[in-house]
DNA sequence: AATGGAGCCAACCGCCATGGC
DNA sequence: GGCCATGGCGGTTGGCTCCAT
């Protein structure tokens, strides 16, 4: 079966030969590609536009970097994807010169393992129920994993990506780490009501803050169970008294700033320190 | 040296969103 | 509104390499 873009003409499948790549690479750089349906054509490629643009994206564009994935360049992956999942292409964009493939790959090969061997569902990043995680750990040889940096005291986020974790909403409650309860222990999931004041309502109903309620995403990374944002609270799955959760903003980073920051934490009672130009810390 | 299994990764497939007509 | 072309994305696969036996 062919592609669909591509089914009438006859087209080259497979790994692509360093004449293929030259032919690419000499018309996209001097071309550019304002549509990519007609570059195999101009660049006498008998490829797909599909396969064309693929292969310049993840293979010959000159930004690309090349090499094992960096300490920290793991640890940012895992971070983002407690927070976005498996949106490859958004995780990428946190790491210049990195390919959403690459990400996906790296993740498939690599984290997923090291996290099964900590003993977190890698799609959840929760801690397994002992049964689960005593039979990974226990059919793998693989090796110690360092421990998981606590999103409390060692995340940064940039503010250009617009996305941050808020944990431990509650001052009173635990924190992250200590959530880690005994083995034979459940989480009994429960909702938790959080009022959203007249100062949030307005904040989050401007404009030229976010421009509407469908562009907040709230998760609750350490339970199954979706949290919910409405038009007057956010509504958090979550166990006994404490609240963790992640809030994404889905907005352009150049309408947040500090004011923005020092209210949105008033009014989520939250700890909330705008660090400097680059980040926040919580 | 041969072989089979595991891991890795480039590339493909299929679905979805968007924009133009 | 419907259709089609196109681009973007996540899931999957096939083939290559490495390593243990």
């Not at 693989?142 to 996305?163: E, G, R, V």
């Not at 401007?206 to 949290?227: K, R």
């Not at 352009?252 to 989520?268: G, L, Q, R, W, Y």
């Not at 909330?272 to 810390?281: A, R, S, V």
Request: proline content about 7%; aromatic content about 8%.
């Amino acid at each position: 079966m062919g592609h669909r873009c591509c089914g009438k003409h006859k087209v080259n499948r497979g790994l692509w030969s360093p004449e293929e790549d030259e032919k690419l690479l000499r018309y996209i750089t001097t071309h550019g590609h304002p549509s990519w349906s007609s570059v195999p054509k101009f660049a006498g490629l008998q490829r797909c536009g599909k396969s064309c643009r693929l292969r310049w994206i993840n293979y010959l564009r000159p930004d690309l970097k090349r090499g094992s994935f960096t300490a920290e360049e793991e640890q940012s992956i895992i971070d983002v994807h407690r927070i976005l999942g498996n949106k490859w292409a958004q995780i990428a964009k946190h790491l210049p010169g990195r390919t959403d493939n690459e990400v996906k790959n790296f993740w498939n090969s690599c984290i997923k393992k090291k996290l099964l061997s900590q003993g977190l569902d890698p799609s959840t990043h929760n801690l397994m129920p002992s049964h689960k995680r005593s039979s990974v750990s226990s059919s793998s040889n693989i090796p110690k994993p360092s421990k998981k940096k606590s999103i409390m005291t060692n995340t940064k986020f940039d503010l250009s990506t617009t996305a941050f974790s808020i944990t431990n909403i509650n001052p009173h409650s635990s924190t992250k780490q200590n959530r880690v309860k005994s083995p034979n222990q459940t989480p009994v999931p429960s909702q938790t009501i959080i009022p959203i004041n007249d100062t949030m309502s307005t904040l989050l109903d401007d404009e030229n803050v976010i421009p509407n309620w469908s562009d907040v995403d709230v998760m609750a990374p350490i339970h199954e169970e979706a949290p919910m944002f409405s038009s007057d609270k956010a509504v958090v799955g979550d166990d006994d008294d404490d609240i963790n959760m992640d809030i994404l903003f889905n907005t352009p980073s150049s309408t947040f700033d500090n004011d923005f920051a020092s209210i949105f934490s008033s009014a989520m009672s939250i700890d909330f320190n705008p660090m400097d130009d680059l980040g926040w810390t919580f």
